[in-house]
Structures are given as C-alpha cells and as structure tokens.
C-alpha cells in the first residue's frame, strides 16, 4: 500500500464546468503522476511533477493543468470540461531511488471515475 | 503504430492451463520493464519487474529479449484467482520514471 488516495471517487459534471481531482500521497514520494484510462487506449499520462512546484506535460495535456503546492498533494484540473474527457483518472507514485533518482516502479491510487455530460 | 503493443485477447483458459503473454516495444533505449495486473474497475497493481536474465515468482515468469524487443509472462497453472488484464509497461527516461503502457491483454480463467 502505497497510501495514496483521490478525490473524489466518482464525480458527474456538466460540459463547460470547471473540475478538479485531487491526489494525495502520505509517504513524501517526490514523483506524481496524472493519467487516463480510456477504452482502446490503455493508460495515458497527462502530467507529471518531479517535485513540490515543479510539473511537466505527458502526452496528452490537452485542456488539462495541474498544480503541486505540497509534496502530498497533486491537483489535476480540468478548466472546462468536455464529453471527450469522460475517462477513468487515476493518479501514481514513483519511489525514489539512490541520489534523488525516481525508480520506474510505479503504484497507483484508487482512481476517479469522471463523467462528463 | 504503438510504443508498446500486446495481443488485447482475450484469453479464455481452463483451469490448470499455462498460459504466455506477449509484448512488443519500439524504442530500442527502454530500460526498465514491468508487469502490471488490473482487475476490473480498479487500479493497476504491480505485477512485477522484468530483467534480461528473467524472473520468476512462483506460477508467474517474466523474460525480456532486448534483441527482438519483446517482453513476455507465462503463467503456469493458472487459477480463476488470475483473470484479469495484465499490462505490459516500459520505462524510457529514469530520471522522471514516465512510462508507456500497453493497451492490455485480458485473460479468464474458467472452471
């Protein structure tokens, strides 16, 4: 158990409305992940943090931004939600490794079921 | 075509049967690779590591053959405990620990 959870767990929105989900880590992991589950396309990151402040785009970025103001929280927010971003979220962790380097290991949360009508 | 492919299934497998896996990657500078398990509507959950001298832990075994750029797992005899989607995941920059991760290969197992 990795001791991350998110918020909220399901959540049904309105097309244009803002969302945000939050991910919160209780073991002071410096790497925070952001990605999405869709149907035929497997897990896709869509931001990443290496540090409290510190955040980088994944490949699919597009209409979503994060912000990382405490090493265990990780907000990933969706400024104006669309039906394409009706997907399953879920939010990891990376350990880290010797000399501040993340290993590649990495453990999920719960993930956010998001409904976008 | 994608950075990391898997045969999606399914694998429908009796009871007792052993069963491999397979995944393919692109980019020759991977480095790091895993198997995940995923049950339905839940987190993805390690598996575990795969090295080029292989693994094993207990009925599960992992290769990888970097030359032909695959990964694999065998599963031997397989318990209904076991259906699930595995997924095949592939590290390319250790310093941030991103990866890309198959589409998944979902497998029952039945009585």
């Known amino acids: 158990d990795a001791g991350i959870t998110q918020s909220p767990r399901h959540k049904v929105t309105e097309t244009g409305t803002p969302v945000t989900l939050r991910c919160h880590q209780t073991?002071?992991?410096?790497?925070m992940y952001w990605y999405r589950q869709d149907p035929g396309h497997g897990l896709r990151l869509i931001h990443y943090?290496?540090?409290?402040?510190?955040?980088d785009k994944g490949e699919v970025s597009d209409g979503y931004s994060v912000s990382r103001s405490k090493t265990e929280d990780f907000l990933l927010t969706l400024e104006s939600a669309t039906s394409s971003q009706t997907s399953v979220y879920f939010c990891?962790?990376?350990?880290?490794?010797?000399?501040?380097?993340?290993?590649?290991?990495?453990?999920f949360g719960p993930g956010t079921r998001l409904t976008v009508l | 075509r994608k950075e990391v492919e898997q045969d999606p299934g399914p694998f429908n497998v009796p009871e007792g049967a052993t069963v491999a896996f397979n995944c393919t990657y692109s980019?020759?500078?991977?480095?790091?690779f895993f198997w995940y398990r995923q049950d339905c509507r839940k987190e993805p959950k390690l598996l575990m590591s795969?090295?080029?001298s292989g693994n094993e832990d207990g009925r599960f075994t992992a290769q990888l053959n970097r030359a032909s750029q695959y990964i694999s797992l065998l599963i031997r005899d397989s318990k209904l405990s076991d259906s699930a989607t595995y997924l095949c995941?592939?590290?390319?920059?250790?310093?941030?620990?991103?990866?890309?991760f198959g589409d998944g290969t979902t497998l029952t197992v039945k009585p």
């Open positions: 990891a962790i990376s350990e880290i490794g010797q000399r501040g380097r993340s290993t590649d290991t990495q453990y």
């Open positions: 073991e002071n992991h410096r790497y």
């Open positions: 943090s290496y540090g409290v402040k510190d955040t």
């Open positions: 980019n020759s500078a991977s480095q790091s």
């Open positions: 795969v090295y080029s």
């Open positions: 995941v592939v590290s390319y920059n250790t310093n941030a620990g991103k990866s890309t």
